[in-house]
T-cell receptor, first 111, second 110 residues
Framework: QKEVEQNSGPLSVPEGAIASLNCTYS??????FFWYRQYSGKSPELIMF??SNGDKEDGRFTAQLNKASQYVSLLIRDSQPSDSATYLC???????????WGLGTSLAVNP | NAGVTQTPKFRILKIGQSMTLQCTQD?????MYWYRQDPGMGLKLIYY???????DKGEVPNGYNVSRSTTEDFPLRLELAAPSQTSVYFC?????????FGPGTRLTVL
């Protein structure tokens, strides 16, 4: 069974620190990787996607992908209280029709 | 562009009642999805569709039915509501790769 695993947290960081969120996946054939943010009571919203090994930066967010280790991470620099949310990692199954979702990591940024 | 819209936002059903959750997207996406999310849990795929007239089961299809007669609409039908179907239901559509979510329907079955 194809799986995506995340540490459930909660991960607590002080305001201004770097938050590091990690995700591992089981399907070696996966090609597309996504990070979504979900505030309590709201729907998931896309933060970033990454397809290639290495780093991809977008503002305060950096996604890192290592296909050999089957590992994808999200770094949030200069964390703000507004970043407090659950972060969901998702990976497409081989045919790119269905996303396999992790259970999410809860992040709390303390002022 | 409204994106993905869902109605209703909230609903309380009695056991055995039926209802349809509506989902509409205006992005001309072929792929559409229905998920449920229980408190503190991840997203579970109920059904998905790759285009008008084509649907397929996800992880948890029992107790639900779908149809896709147009590109825009993907309704989810609950025929005999059970307490185990109390959940938040999200509809999503997929562009090139990214899935875009509607605001969700919070359903309680008593």
């Amino acid at each position: 069974q194809k799986e995506v695993e995340q540490n459930s947290g909660p991960l607590s960081v002080p305001e201004g620190a770097i938050a590091s969120l990690n995700c591992t996946y089981s399907d070696r054939g996966s090609q597309s990787f996504f990070w979504y943010r979900q505030y309590s009571g709201k729907s998931p919203e896309l933060i970033m996607f990454i397809y290639s090994n290495g780093d991809k930066e977008d503002g305060r967010f950096t996604a890192q992908l290592n296909k050999a280790s089957q590992y994808v991470s999200l770094l949030i620099r200069d964390s703000q209280p507004s970043d407090s949310a659950t972060y969901l990692c998702a990976v497409y199954a081989g045919n790119n029709r269905k996303l396999i979702w992790g259970l999410g990591t809860s992040l709390a940024v303390n002022p | 562009n409204a994106g993905v819209t869902q109605t209703p936002k909230f609903r309380i059903l009695k056991i055995g009642q039926s209802m349809t959750l509506q989902c509409t997207q205006d992005m001309n996406h072929n792929y559409m999805y229905w998920y449920r999310q229980d408190p503190g849990m991840g997203l579970k795929l109920i059904y998905y569709s790759v285009g008008a007239g084509i649907t397929d089961k996800g992880e948890v299809p029992n107790g639900y039915n779908v149809s896709r007669s147009t590109t825009e609409d993907f309704p989810l039908r609950l025929e005999l509501a059970a307490p185990s179907q109390t959940s938040v239901y999200f509809c999503a559509s997929k562009g090139t790769d990214t899935q875009y979510f509607g605001p969700g329907t919070r359903l309680t079955v008593l």
